[in-house]
């Protein structure tokens, strides 16, 4: 019995099919949430979709369903063309989640077209979407220092969703970093208590302890220079340090409290500790450093 039935993946009028300006809503932007959708733009008159139009059924033939193409004659069907702002034709379009995410204009070689479509089908069920490659983009960014370009990255999210928890949290945190603490907070207001992500939380922390934070340092470090005994001043100091992100140095001194006497004032060093932590980061070198001092600590 022959399996190439079985191989060749869903049957054509379901991936590829024309569209009309009635049913473009149901064909491209809802479908585009999904599977991926590539628009064709044409007319009948034009030579190069002629040229471009077998290359591309070809190419969605092959991708087996990952991909759906929806062909638009625009002499009939004029409306999201000009939504789109299609001056020429072919003119063709990539949505995802029911925004355009790619295209081009004009006849494209066999191998370029293939391209296209392979990269889009990438997009789809088992592969990252384009807000996922834009949040990776600017992960990749931070890593490398490039503060700019993560931003860029977090913005091009937050325009294709505006509520996005990660994209907030990312974007709270470039502000903090950048010193603007009015910005940051404005951002987690946009998000609101409810939504949940580390980076989010991070900030919310890093904000708690500046509103806390003594201005000035210099009284505390006087009185601890008379008596390294004295927990309230450290705890004090301990928190200045912390409101103007010293994260680390104020981790240290809140364990040398713990160290000396782990239960003092209600154990209010430990409990700032871990706002400390959050503020760092849960997974940054600060925080896991601190843990394993703090468990030393508490377990010896």
Not at 50 to 73: C, F, H, S, W, Y
Not at 199 to 223: I, K, N
Request: net charge negative.
């Amino acid at each position: 019995m022959s399996l190439i039935g079985e191989a060749a993946g869903p049957p054509a009028g379901d991936i590829i099919k024309d569209a009309t300006d009635a049913s473009f809503a149901a064909d491209v932007l809802d479908a585009s949430r999904d599977t991926p959708v590539i628009v064709d733009f044409w007319a009948p008159w034009c030579g190069p979709c002629r040229q471009l139009g077998p290359a591309i059924e070809k190419a969605v033939t092959a991708a087996k369903g990952k991909v759906k193409l929806v062909k638009v004659d625009i002499d009939k069907n004029p409306a999201y063309a000009g939504q789109l702002r299609v001056q020429s034709i072919p003119a063709v379009f990539a949505f995802v989640n029911g925004q355009p995410v790619d295209g081009f204009m004009g006849a494209l070689p066999d191998s370029q077209v293939k391209a296209f479509v392979d990269k889009l089908a990438k997009m789809g069920p088992g592969g990252p979407s384009p807000i996922d490659e834009l949040l990776g983009l600017a992960k990749e960014s931070l890593e490398l220092g490039d503060m700019g370009g993560a931003a860029q990255a977090y913005a091009q999210v937050l325009q294709a969703d505006p509520q996005n928890a990660k994209a907030l949290g990312g974007m709270a945190k470039l502000y903090l970093a950048s010193g603007d603490t009015e910005r940051a907070a404005e951002i987690l207001e946009m998000a609101g208590p409810e939504a949940k992500d580390a980076d989010l939380d991070s900030v919310r922390a890093a904000l708690t302890l500046a509103a806390e934070a003594p201005s000035e340092t210099a009284e505390f470090e006087m009185r601890l220079a008379a008596n390294p005994d004295d927990h309230a001043a450290r705890f004090e100091l301990a928190k200045a340090l912390a409101g103007s992100h010293r994260l680390e140095e104020a981790a240290n001194q809140l364990l040398t409290i713990i160290e000396k006497d782990r239960a003092w004032n209600d154990e209010a060093a430990r409990k700032q500790l871990l706002t400390v932590f959050e503020a760092a980061g849960q997974m940054s070198e600060i925080s896991r450093n601190g843990r394993r001092r703090l468990s030393a600590i508490l377990f010896s």
